[in-house]
């Protein structure tokens, strides 16, 4: 669905706590969560307008965040053990 929130605390609700936990306490985590959720608005906002970029531009953009969420979870992952 077009405009649709894929925050972190979104796609992983059963990891909220953690999420808070890492961002407050792990540096790198922090910046990364914060790039994909900068990276979320930016495309929602993009589709919300219609998409008023090149389409390659667009699957990138979501390309890059399915990356930062994929590297994200892993890191939820290991600090869950």
């Known amino acids: 669905m077009l ?5 972190l605390k979104h ?9 808070d ?3 407050a306490s792990d540096m790198h ?4 969560a914060a ?3 900068s990276l979320d608005t930016e495309i929602r906002k ?4 219609g998409s008023p970029i090149e389409d390659e531009d667009m ?6 965040r ?3 969420k994929d590297e994200l979870y892993e890191l939820l992952q290991k600090a869950s053990q």
């Open 3 to 7: 405009g649709e929130s894929h925050s």
């Open 11 to 19: 796609e992983f609700p059963e990891l909220e706590n953690l999420i």
């Open 21 to 23: 936990h890492l961002i």
């Open 29 to 32: 985590f922090a910046k990364e």
């Open 35 to 37: 790039r994909y959720n």
């Open 46 to 49: 993009l589709e919300l307008k």
């Open 59 to 64: 699957k990138r953009l979501k390309m890059e």
């Open 66 to 68: 399915a990356d930062l």
